[in-house]
């Protein structure tokens, strides 16, 4: 068997193309050329896979390299895929995510191979967007929810997810979609809010000769006090002792009330494996059924890194806040469950700790390597 990836180097195609990969397929990804290294989450298995030069946004590109494959499998993960930025680049998230998608789909149907050839797209659960507006946990989401995108991104992707259903019903491509609700991982990108976190407790948690965060600081008398200090002359920095002459950056973010179904992105390249592995294709929610808002994130994330009271460390700059939120999401993967055998092995608590873990990790080592250099 034959894949194709389209987004290959982010956080999902990567982990979909060592699974792929150890079930015997033969693993084409595409990456696009930009003026630095994208293939660090890939690296590891480079010497296993192919790797082709394209862009999803040139129907040219897209239709050479479906032609000359001819893979059995084309999994698209490929878009621009944070929604804060969508605000700010509507036009370019429209053609990547949602044109992009047009592109494969019509390289499939004139391919000469459209009965051959399955399809994957990433949807998203931010189609849901404006479903509630509060956090409820007899609410949920799932295949019969009405769509209510909330930004240029979730609308990209709802027209993608109506193109592919189109495509299935007019040209009978096996074209389904993962309406994945969000999913993380030690490989999520930094700018997301729980990478965004946990990367900020790494860095800090290495601050100043490896010590983990201190909560008591000996003041210049020689007494214990609580820590950090100074805070009251600059509230954007940390000082772990008042003789300090430079402090640390406190972590800023945004909104802390949303509530989002976070998984282990490992847990959700096998669904898309799934869905493609069926008789007839459709469409599948892959959730956890757990709802956690972004406070909750923070209280276990720091825990993790022994601290209990996060308030010092984190300042609330506006400049996260988005034009519109979605304020809650909560899937139900019941047909996912009973159609596809899937269920989720990482938890909730499990994928917290082991984003803190590795992040600890990697600034150490980070640390370690600069001090001997
Ligand atoms: P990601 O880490 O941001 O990866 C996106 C990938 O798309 C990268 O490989 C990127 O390449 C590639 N890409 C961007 N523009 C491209 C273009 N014009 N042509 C070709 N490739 C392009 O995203 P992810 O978290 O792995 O998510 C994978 C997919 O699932 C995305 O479509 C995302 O929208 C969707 N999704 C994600 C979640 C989630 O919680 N993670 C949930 C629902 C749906 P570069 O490395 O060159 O930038
Ligand atoms: O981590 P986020 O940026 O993820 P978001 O917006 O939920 O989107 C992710 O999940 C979608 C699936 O539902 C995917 F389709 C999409 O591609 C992406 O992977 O933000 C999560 C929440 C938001 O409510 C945001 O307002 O965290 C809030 N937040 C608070 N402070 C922040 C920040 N988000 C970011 N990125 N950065 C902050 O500083």
Same mark, same amino acid.
């Given at each position: 068997?034959?894949t194709i990836i389209?987004?290959i180097?982010g956080?999902?195609?990567?982990y979909?193309?060592?699974?792929?990969h150890d079930?015997g397929?033969?693993?084409?990804?595409?990456t696009?050329r930009?003026s630095v290294?994208t293939l660090q989450?890939?690296?590891?298995i480079l010497p296993?896979?192919k790797?082709v030069?394209?862009d999803?946004?040139?129907a040219?590109?897209?239709?050479n390299?479906?032609?000359?494959?001819?893979?059995?499998?084309?999994?698209?993960l490929?878009?621009q895929?944070?929604v804060?930025t969508?605000?700010k680049?509507?036009s370019?998230?429209?053609d990547?995510?949602a044109?992009g998608?047009?592109n494969i789909?019509?390289a499939?149907?004139y391919?000469?191979?459209?009965e051959e050839?399955?399809?994957y797209?990433a949807s998203?659960?931010e189609?849901f967007g404006?479903?509630?507006?509060?956090c409820?946990?007899?609410k949920?989401q799932?295949?019969?929810?009405?769509?209510?995108?909330?930004?240029?991104?979730?609308?990209?992707k709802?027209?993608a997810?109506?193109?592919?259903?189109?495509?299935?019903d007019?040209?009978g491509?096996?074209?389904?979609?993962?309406?994945?609700?969000?999913?993380?991982?030690e490989r999520?990108?930094?700018?997301?809010v729980?990478?965004?976190?946990?990367k900020?407790i790494?860095?800090?948690a290495?601050?100043?000769?490896?010590?983990?965060?201190?909560?008591k600081?000996?003041n210049?008398a020689?007494e214990?006090?609580?820590?950090?200090?100074?805070k009251?002359d600059?509230p954007?920095?940390i000082?772990l002792?008042p003789?300090d002459e430079?402090?640390?950056p406190?972590? !800023?973010?945004?909104n802390?009330? @949303? $509530?989002r179904d976070? /998984?282990?992105? *490992?847990?959700?390249?096998r669904?898309?494996?799934l869905m493609m592995?069926?008789?007839?294709?459709?469409?599948?929610?892959?959730?956890t059924?757990e709802t956690?808002?972004? !406070?909750d994130?923070?209280?276990? @994330? $720091?825990?993790?890194? /022994?601290v209990? *009271?996060w308030?010092?460390?984190?300042?609330?700059d506006?400049?996260?806040?988005r034009p519109a939120?979605?304020d809650?999401?909560l899937?139900s993967?019941?047909?996912a469950k009973?159609?596809?055998?899937?269920?989720?092995d990482?938890?909730?608590e499990?994928?917290?700790?082991r984003?803190?873990?590795?992040?600890?990790y990697e600034?150490?080592?980070?640390r370690?390597?600069?001090?001997?250099?």
């Open positions: 068997m034959k389209f987004g180097t956080q999902d195609g990567s979909l193309a060592e699974l792929l079930k397929y033969e693993v084409v990804g595409v696009r930009v290294d989450r890939i690296n590891h296993q896979i790797i030069e394209g999803i946004t040139d040219f590109s897209v239709s390299i479906i032609n000359q494959e001819e893979p059995d499998e084309i999994y698209n490929a878009a895929s944070h804060g969508s605000f680049q509507p370019l998230t429209w990547v995510t044109g998608v047009l789909l019509e499939i149907r391919s000469g191979r459209k050839i399955k399809f797209q998203s659960s189609m404006k479903n509630y507006t509060v409820d946990s007899q949920y799932d295949e019969d929810t009405p769509f209510s995108p909330q930004s240029p991104y979730a609308i990209a709802l027209a997810h109506h193109l592919v259903r189109n495509y299935r007019s040209y491509i096996f074209a389904c979609s993962g309406i994945l609700f969000n999913h993380e991982s999520r990108g930094e700018k997301f729980t990478r965004k976190i946990t900020w790494g860095q800090f290495t601050w100043k000769g490896n010590q983990l965060f201190i909560q600081v000996r210049q020689g214990w006090v609580d820590g950090p200090s100074r009251e600059d954007d920095m000082y002792h003789s430079t402090g640390f406190k972590l !800023r973010l945004g802390l009330d @949303a $509530f976070w /998984g282990h992105a *490992e847990d959700y390249v669904a898309m494996w592995q069926q008789e007839f294709p459709d469409d599948y929610v892959v959730a059924g956690h808002s972004v !406070r994130f923070l209280n276990i @994330a $720091f825990a993790h890194a /022994g209990t *009271e308030d010092d460390y984190v300042v609330i506006p400049q996260f806040y939120e979605v809650f999401l899937g993967s019941d047909k009973s159609n596809l055998g899937w269920n989720p990482v938890s909730f499990g994928l917290v700790h984003m803190v873990e590795r992040d600890i600034a150490r080592l980070q370690a390597h600069l001090q001997k250099v």
